[in-house]
């Protein structure tokens, strides 16, 4: 009988070819083609007759005649039939997922689901298998899916109780019951042939893991994990291709890690908390085309039809369920990667690839809950099913994959998630059954691997964590999700978030808590005639009329003497360009990069040792850890106040630290406090001198009042000589006062050469980079003195290039030394050196490390109105609310008991 099966399908090859040659010959001379009905009485056997005559696949034969497809495959026509042998039947009855022992005992959807799932309504070969055609274009060794016959309708579950998803959209069902469709699209088959094998450069140890252990010949065609024993035999009407094993048709990935939550299975094993996890981004939706369609063929049916689908950007609905199960106008917050239940899920192709999700088990998630940074989510949530969906959301993404092809096991140590992190998945930690085999699952959209290992996404390790999980972080978890544009290709991203998910790099991130964020002093409404401060309040999302949660700003009127805050509510600002502006900058100022204990100082003013950090904003903190960690900005020094640590969270990439209270900036500038101190008036009083039309300008009208000109945003030191210093300076003819600059007639050159020379002395004391006293250190530093000659200097600066100042720094010391000419003759530099003074030798006032800083605005203070809309240069003037801060850079200061001169 073997034989004559062989010699019968020989045969047929060469009837196909006479047929076709014998079809186009007839056409070109007779108008009706009848052999669309009827069979041509000189062909060879159909694949109806090939499988009767063979007499071993009376089974298919069974489900052929049952189904009422006879006629369809004994006709000419182009299909593809993949067929199991009664003796792998014998062998299904004995062990399936139905519990059937014989072929009386299969349900109509049963036989409907064996048989459609095994044919292909085109005809393809083996090798034909590994092409697809797309858009004309074939596409050669790179398909591994194809539709089927099979129809949804086939099976439609009738599901109630804890067969239904725990959750608000399916809580209806619960008693009542529905009909419900795990996805409205036909299944695909899944199948692995060489060409697309070897196209991919997956491994014979690939084909292991994903098939359950089976191992492979070079030539060898798996569908699913069913190897075809015997292929590409031709009939007149299509190909059969012979299974080792009856083909089951498999579920799709959703159901899959559903089914595998069942009791039973060990926990090591299962993964019903996943499952549960997923399942809150679905819902029911009435599917008006199925339900009339199953009607028509099932008159007795009069109930509806629903589909499962999941809130997803591919292959899933973007919309929430109407009351009615219809897709509603109002967008769902919440969405997955993809539709794990989509059946037809594709990218570009349904052939080309398919998705891929790594699924950790009940006891890997158990695990991570009570454990390191999972901890955390634990002490915040207490359970998985009390993390909300938006917390949920960035975890599940992470083990989900768009790529089957970029996701087998030789590809793993490659592997990034959707935000371009590492994925760190290793072969031992797929889950292995009792005999060995790896736990994996090809359904018809993608594999799933189940893992012992959970695979938190960076929101969760990273500084941002802490802020993420809090429920008393609102605002600043906000102003870190704020959105940007990206400018070249128009894409959203939110940028703080991206950068503090950062896990190459390292952060001290400081989050003032909801509670005691109403003290923000606005630099812009400190510098207007009606000073204002600022109370951020976070609004959740208004169930009614569907309000996006967002940040508001309330404006408050503000004593800048007494420090007292109005009661009275000014103005109340929702503006999101005002809120980012000045959201970012607080988080700008919040954050430090690398670790904190760069610059430790002990101060002798007050016997405590202090760590001083710039933030990514530019300013300088101080952190003193004596009894609690307190964390001071320059106006937190000024006013003697101080953030307190509340709760430290050691993350991958860094440290958060909730704090009581925003840090507060200096809102003193270099101008106003170097106006403000008597023991600094004499050298103010020859920075403030500079001819307002010269072109050089120490000062400029900006910021809160005025600021250095020629600071960028950055930090920077200044040195300030004791006014009996400038004094002796003048007497020696070291500097040349103003009065007698002024007196100079405008037409001298001279004068010109004595400004230049004065402006030239007066910014060689503001020197790039911020040091302290009490800091140990030894370098050389620039100034802000661009030298203009070619007289070598002490540390070889070459004309045109800024001038130095070295310095030297102890626990009880800071030295500067100047960059001072070369004796022509000797060649030697003078030793010339000033010393940081930790009390004025007049009135004893502390006048070292202090913090002051400069605002750029992107408008004069004078543009603005004030708060409360009044006041303004001019009726363009433009309101608060449109205020933004552009830069800003800060400065340490401190008084010296000499001059710096490089002469």
Not at 257 to 276: A, D, L, Q
Not at 337 to 356: C, I, Q, V
Not at 575 to 603: K, P, Y
Request: hydrophobic share 35%; proline share 5%.
């Amino acid at each position: 009988m073997k034989n004559h099966f062989i010699k019968n399908f020989y045969r047929l090859d060469k009837l196909l070819i006479i047929s076709i040659i014998g079809i186009s010959l007839l056409t070109s001379c007779v108008d009706d083609y009848n052999y669309d009905k009827i069979e041509p009485s000189w062909l060879g056997p159909n694949i109806y007759d090939s499988l009767e005559l063979n007499g071993h696949f009376t089974n298919t034969i069974k489900l052929i005649d049952d189904l009422g497809y006879t006629e369809v495959l004994k006709l000419t026509g182009s299909k593809t039939l993949f067929v199991a042998s009664d003796s792998s039947f014998n062998e299904f009855y004995k062990n399936n997922i139905w519990g059937v022992t014989s072929y009386d005992e299969l349900s109509l959807a049963q036989k409907k689901s064996l048989f459609n799932f095994s044919m292909i309504n085109n005809p393809f070969t083996v090798k034909k298998l590994s092409n697809y055609n797309s858009g004309g274009v074939l596409n050669e060794g790179t398909a591994m899916r194809q539709r089927t016959a099979f129809s949804p309708l086939d099976s439609i579950p009738f599901d109630s109780g804890d067969q239904l998803p725990a959750s608000k959209y399916w809580n209806y069902y619960n008693l009542k019951g529905i009909h419900i469709l795990k996805d409205n699209s036909a299944k695909p088959i899944v199948y692995f042939t060489k060409e697309f094998l070897t196209k991919y450069s997956l491994t014979d140890e690939d084909f292991n893991i994903l098939s359950g252990g089976q191992t492979r010949l070079p030539d060898d065609v798996y569908i699913f994990n069913n190897k075809i024993i015997k292929r590409d035999i031709r009939c007149k009407n299509g190909y059969i291709h012979v299974l080792k094993s009856v083909l089951v048709p498999p579920t799709n990935m959703a159901q899959y890690i559903e089914e595998n939550s069942n009791p039973n299975i060990p926990s090591n094993s299962r993964t019903s908390i996943f499952s549960k996890l997923l399942d809150r981004f679905s819902a029911p939706y009435y599917d008006a085309n199925n339900t009339v369609l199953y009607k028509i063929n099932n008159p007795e049916f009069t109930d509806s039809i629903f589909v499962k689908k999941y809130f997803a950007n591919n292959g899933g609905v973007k919309f929430l369920p109407t009351s009615d199960h219809l897709e509603s106008a109002t967008p769902a917050p919440n969405l997955l990667p993809f539709d794990p239940g989509w059946n037809g899920y594709s990218t570009t192709a349904l052939e080309a690839d398919m998705a891929t999700m790594f699924v950790p088990t009940d006891d890997a998630m158990n695990a991570y809950l009570n454990s390191g940074v999972g901890l955390i989510l634990k002490n915040r949530f207490h359970s998985w099913e009390n993390i909300p969906d938006v917390i949920i959301l960035p975890f599940l993404k992470r083990h989900m994959r768009n790529s089957f092809i970029a996701s087998v096991p030789s590809k793993f140590s490659k592997m990034v998630d959707g935000d371009n992190y590492k994925l760190p998945v290793e072969i031992s930690q797929i889950v292995k059954t009792s005999t060995g085999e790896y736990k994996t699952y090809t359904g018809v959209n993608g594999e799933v691997y189940v893992t012992n290992t959970v695979y938190p996404p960076v929101d969760y390790i990273s500084v941002y964590s802490p802020v993420l999980f809090s429920d008393n972080t609102k605002i600043m978890n906000w102003a870190i999700n704020i959105t940007e544009t990206a400018a070249y290709d128009g894409s959203k991203f939110a940028f703080y978030k991206l950068y503090l998910n950062s896990i190459y790099s390292r952060y001290n991130l400081f989050i003032p808590t909801d509670d005691f964020f109403d003290t923000y002093i606005d630099p812009i409404a400190y510098g207007q005639d009606k000073p204002g401060v600022l109370k951020f309040r976070f609004r959740e999302t208004n169930p009614i009329t569907n309000a996006a949660a967002h940040v508001t700003a309330l404006v408050y009127t503000y004593d800048k003497t007494t420090g007292v805050v109005g009661t009275n509510i000014v103005d109340s600002i929702t503006d999101a360009s005002f809120l980012q502006n000045r959201l970012t900058s607080i988080l700008d100022s919040h954050i430090v990069v690398g670790n904190l204990d760069s610059i430790t100082v002990s101060d002798p003013y007050d016997n405590t040792s202090y760590k001083y950090c710039i933030t990514k904003e530019n300013d300088i903190i101080r952190i003193s850890e004596s009894n609690s960690m307190r964390i001071q900005g320059g106006g937190n020094v000024f006013k003697k106040s101080h953030s307190t640590v509340t709760n430290v969270f050691n993350q991958s990439n860094g440290n958060t630290y909730f704090i009581d209270k925003p840090i507060q900036p200096s809102l003193t500038s270099v101008y106003k406090l170097l106006s403000e101190t008597p023991e600094f008036s004499e050298f103010f009083n020859l920075l403030n001198g500079v001819p307002t039309d010269y072109v050089t300008q120490i000062f400029t009208k900006q910021g809160v009042d005025y600021r250095i000109k020629f600071f960028n945003a950055f930090r920077y030191t200044v040195y300030v000589p004791t006014n009996s210093a400038i004094k002796a300076a003048i007497a020696k003819n070291a500097i040349t006062p103003w009065e007698t600059i002024n007196a100079m007639a405008d037409t001298d050159p001279a004068k010109g050469v004595a400004i230049n020379k004065l402006i030239q002395f007066l910014k060689y004391h503001f020197q790039d980079n911020a040091v302290f006293f009490g800091q140990t250190l030894d370098k050389q530093y620039q100034s802000a003195t661009i030298k203009t000659d070619n007289i070598p200097s002490k540390y070889g600066t070459t004309i045109t290039k800024y001038l130095k100042i070295g310095v030297s720094g102890t626990g009880s010391s800071l030295t500067l030394t100047m960059d001072s000419k070369r004796d022509p003759i000797t060649g030697l530099a003078p030793i010339r050196e000033a010393h940081v003074l930790t009390a004025d030798p007049s009135t004893g006032s502390r006048l070292y490390n202090i913090i002051v800083k400069d605002y750029i605005f992107d408008k004069l203070p004078s543009e603005y109105k004030n708060i409360d809309g009044t006041g303004g240069t001019g009726t363009a003037s433009a309101l608060f609310n449109a205020s933004g801060i552009t830069s800003s850079s800060s400065t340490v200061i401190h008084q010296i008991d000499n001059v710096l001169t490089f002469e």
